[in-house]
Structures are given as C-alpha cells and as structure tokens.
C-alpha cells in the first residue's frame, strides 16, 4: 500500500523558455522561448508531441507571457491571453482560434486581438463573461467584458485600503545568531518587534469562481497573504496569511 513515486521523463527541450503555463481542459502547455524573429509563443501536448511557434505570437519581449486560455463553443473556439510588456507597448493581447468542428486538427480561423492597451496584467481570470486581473506595478485588480471595455476598479492596495490585515509578528531570532552590534541597532530591532511596519503589497495570482459567494481569491506576495472577495469586489475576507 506504500505510494509509488515515478521517474522524471523528459518530454521537450524547449532551450530558454519562460512563463510556463498549464492549460488543463486542452492538456497544453504553453511558455514563451527565442525564436527565429526574438521572443515567441509555444505550445504542446502533455506528452510532448506538436511542439510548435503559436501563429502570430512572435517578435515579443521577453517578459511576454501566457496568463489564461479558454475553451469554448463546445470544443470549437479557443482564446489564448497574453501579456505584452515591452517598452511603450504595454498590452493584453488575445488569439483566438476557430474551428468548424471540435474534431477539426487545425483552426479554420486564427486571429489576434488587442484586449486591454497601455496595462500588462500580472495574472488574469476569465470567469462569467468578464476578465479579472492583477496589476502589481498598480497595486491593484480589476474587471473588465471580454472585449476591454466597461472596466471597473475592484481592489488598489496603493492607498490604505480597509482590508482585513492578519497579525504580522516579528520572525524569530536564528539559532547562534549575533546580537546587533551597537546600542542604536537594539532600539530599532525592539521598536520592529513592537510596531513592524506595514507590509507593502503586491498583488500576484488570482482566480474567479462565479459559483458560490467570495468566488474572487488573490494572492498578496508581500504581505504574505491570501484574500478573497465578492465578484464585484465587496464583502473582503482574509483566507490564509504567514505568522511574520
């Protein structure tokens, strides 16, 4: 009855690549990698087979990266998110592929659209016909209709925002570490351990539920905090945080 653990099994040699992102319902994954014409999209089967440059995804920065992918239209339209930051051309872009019949081996239409201009989205949610993303450079999350418009402010963490911060205790001293060297580094570490600083955040993944209340749950990397909310950014409640 013990468990089984399997050996490592190289699927890809993708060289360089980066963003890696899992898209379940297709079993796809997909990472940006150096191409022939710079930083492209690609994509393959779990298994490794169709290892291949996403069409039209290609002459990107480097920091380019796969957010979300959808699956719809029982099996006949996909659209791929992407996040464009590149030097004056901050964007959310889209590829959306049709196919006349979900058996179809190859799109029937391919085309690539300009969702959101001038924001390059940390992570994105597609869920009951909007977009939910997080904006660290902003500190913030938005909703935006599938098309970009109609956008709406949910959460900004750059102002003091009422949001329910966890007990943050100083962290614990390491075993044999040296005491501060000078009565002024004392002072400081006690006032720290009676009054830390307000942690700064930086919000990074999120998710959208639309069954169910508090369906909206973000990560915040630098409070060290996740936190969830009503879809239309109301009723915050605190989920899990880091003791220091």
């Known amino acids: 009855g013990g468990a089984h653990i399997g050996t490592a099994e190289p699927l890809l040699e993708p060289g360089v690549a980066r963003a890696l992102y899992l898209h379940r319902p297709t079993a796809r994954l997909y990472w940006t990698a150096h191409g022939s014409h710079g930083w492209a999209v690609r994509r393959a089967y779990l298994d490794g087979e169709v290892d291949e440059e996403v069409p039209h995804l290609n002459g990107l ?109 100083p962290p614990p001293p390491a075993d044999g570490a040296a005491p501060p060297a000078d009565a002024a580094a004392v002072a400081l570490a006690e006032r720290h351990a009676l009054h830390p600083p307000p942690p700064r955040s930086v919000v990074g993944g999120v998710a959208a539920d639309r069954v169910g209340a508090r369906g909206l749950v973000w990560a915040d990397g630098g409070a060290r905090r996740v936190l969830r909310s009503d879809l239309n950014g109301s009723g915050v409640e605190l989920l899990w945080w880091a003791p220091y």
């Open 61 to 169: 920065s480097p920091h380019a990266r796969v957010l979300c992918a959808t699956i719809g239209g029982n099996g006949t339209l996909s659209v791929v998110y992407v996040a464009v930051a590149t030097p004056g051309n901050a964007s959310l872009v889209a590829l959306v592929e049709r196919k006349n019949s979900s058996a179809d081996a190859s799109p029937a239409e391919v085309s690539v659209r300009t969702i959101l201009k001038k924001v390059a989205p940390t992570a994105l949610a597609v869920a009951g016909g909007y977009l939910y993303f997080t904006l660290a450079v902003n500190q913030q999350i938005r909703r935006c209709e599938l098309d970009g418009t109609r956008c709406a402010l949910l959460h900004s963490f750059a102002d003091a925002e009422d949001l329910p911060w966890a007990p943050r205790q």
